[in-house]
């Protein structure tokens, strides 16, 4: 194995780079040069809040065990596709930030039976940034859903569609702070059991 191989990183995507999502297209940019390398679908050891945000965002919080075992997408990353998806998550501007977390394969996670072992992955996530992820939690009544589906996605708006007056930690900070009547600029979801 050669160094690059070696140096990989490996990013469990939950949201919107996932296949069949609007921004897939970073990471399909980055396969031909084998920048990134799709490994499988994974689930979350531990359970962590999965939300959406302003315009449909999804944000997973750094908060384990609340939530639900999430299901996403694991890649191999070079540092040339991490670059490009630390971009993508504004970490340098406090969008998100990548910390680690534990999965296994899907097939296992769903297979049931306590007593088999699964193999566990030790990779990284984009996760809501500190400086607001608990008040986003809280804001969406402390109700997640394990997986970033067509369902969440509808009303997803592209980072090019959306004001461009106001920054997207003002527009966080406008999410969590609006009611959740129906005058609210940030339509909420509500979840019926």
Known sequence: ?????????????????????????????????????????????????????????????????????VW?????????????MDELEGTTRGHYERLPMVVVPADEAAHGNETRIAPVVRAEAYYAHRSYGEELWRSNGERGFC????DETSGYVRRTERPQNVSFLEHIQLFCSSSSSSSSSYPRVTVID
Do not use: Q, W
């Open 1 to 69: 194995m050669g160094s690059e191989e070696k140096n990989r990183s490996l990013i469990f995507t939950y949201g919107t780079l996932k296949r069949g999502f609007p921004n897939h297209r970073l990471i399909e940019g980055l396969m031909p040069t084998g920048d990134a390398i799709f490994l499988g679908i994974y689930r979350t050891v531990e359970r962590y809040p999965l939300v959406c945000g302003p315009f449909r965002v999804p944000f997973l919080i750094n908060l384990s065990g609340h939530g639900d075992r």
């Open 147 to 150: 997986k970033y589906s067509e």
């Open 72 to 84: 996403g997408e694991l890649y191999a990353m070079t540092g040339k596709g991490l670059e490009r």
